[in-house]
């Protein structure tokens, strides 16, 4: 259930330079048997009310060792990260029974995992140790794996990932020193990748995200700073610059929507990137939509989410916030229930697949059991 709450002052402004009306602020609380809670709002000029409970999330039970996941399935079934008391990870499928845990050799750290149109997953793979990377393919069922795309010996660089279809994208660093994206396809041993782009000399390419409708978005930056520009590659389409302009940080974009954000700021404590400036556009209206943690932004089912946090003590909430396209209204559909920083939450950054939206919550204390949340999307 959403409950009305004040309105926040959002900046949009359309071709023919009208305003539309500013988009409110409305919440659906996740808090268990929460009483009325009070947060402040991004702007600090209006409040976020909280008193509902949330009916309309399911906690999934994660295994012992749970370090955190590293992609949802199209299926809805979470790729988790599991380590044992020696430090040895391995890579699991929660609610699968039937998949056995893919370990992995000591030093060795999980990337991203991504499901291929055969049921495969495809994952990256770092040696933490040596620097090495390799793209690698598992199948759950079998427990056969192979390698897709490998960086070894001397000048090896981790790389980002992306699956599309029967593509798999990557960044990845050429014998010249270049930062490039790259695409291979099909998505087979031993076939060659294509390269799309490469950033400028003294630019860092990264960031690499993939929309639903296989928009591929990835930032260019020079190697010194958080500020550049988002591209995107439409399917069957050639690398455009969608987001420029003063500081543009971190970013997704699909056909209609890009979405970033700018600048964090910088206070005596360093940088702030859980309060970066948050904007997007759509079908040529752009919107100023107060702030985000930098890098948290999703494209998901047609809605933007990104995660917000609020640092005013004592309570410390976070809140994952909603904003669709054409809509007035931001929606608040997560509320951290977290009531002191003494047994505080970190809430990770939203994730989308299977038709639902998914959280993680790891505990601050040594003995909290982390949390993995998914709320449907209708």
């Avoid at 007035?328 to 997560?334: H, K």
Wanted: proline residues 7%.
């Amino acid at each position: 259930m959403l409950a009305s709450v004040a309105v926040i002052a959002l900046c949009a402004c359309t071709d023919d330079g009208v305003d539309p009306a500013p988009p409110q602020v409305v919440t659906a609380s996740t808090t268990p048997s929460a009483s009325a809670t009070t947060g402040s709002d991004p702007q600090g000029d209006t409040t976020v009310d909280v008193s509902d409970d949330n009916s309309e999330w399911s906690n999934v039970d994660v295994p012992d060792g749970y370090l955190g996941t590293v992609g949802i399935s199209s299926t809805g079934n979470a790729y988790a990260v599991l380590q044992d008391a020696k430090g040895i990870q391995s890579l699991t499928v929660v609610g699968d029974d039937t998949a056995a845990p893919l370990t992995m050799r000591p030093a060795e750290i999980v990337q991203n995992a991504q499901t291929a149109d055969d049921g495969t997953v495809v994952y990256g793979l770092g040696d933490d140790d040596d620097g090495e990377f390799w793209v690698k393919q598992w199948d759950p069922e079998s427990g056969e794996q192979s390698v897709l795309y490998e960086s070894v010996g001397v000048g090896a660089s981790w790389s980002e990932t992306a699956l599309v279809g029967d593509s798999l994208y990557l960044t990845r660093r050429h014998d010249d020193g270049s930062d490039c994206l790259d695409v291979l396809t099909p998505i087979a041993v031993g076939a060659g990748t294509t390269t799309l782009d490469c950033a400028k000399e003294g630019e860092t390419l990264d960031h690499l995200r993939a929309a639903p409708d296989g928009t591929i978005s990835y930032l260019t930056h020079p190697q010194a700073s958080d500020c550049g520009a988002l591209h995107k590659v439409a399917p069957g389409g050639a690398p455009q610059t969608v987001a420029s302009g003063d500081c543009v940080s971190r970013g997704n974009a699909d056909g209609t929507t890009v979405v970033w954000t700018g600048l964090p700021p910088t206070g005596d404590l360093g940088t702030n990137y859980f309060d970066a400036p948050l904007s997007a556009t759509s079908n040529g209206v752009e919107r100023e939509l107060g702030t985000a943690a930098a890098g948290s932004t999703l494209l998901c089912e047609g809605s933007v989410y990104w995660l917000w946090e609020d640092f005013t003590p004592p309570v410390s909430p976070s809140e994952i916030r909603r904003w669709t396209p054409g809509s007035d209204t931001i929606e608040v559909v997560y509320r951290s229930p977290d009531e002191s920083d003494l047994n505080r939450f970190s809430t990770s950054a939203p994730q989308c697949g299977g038709d639902r939206l998914w959280v993680e919550r790891i505990g601050w204390r040594g003995d909290s059991k982390p949390e993995l949340l998914t709320l449907p999307l209708d």
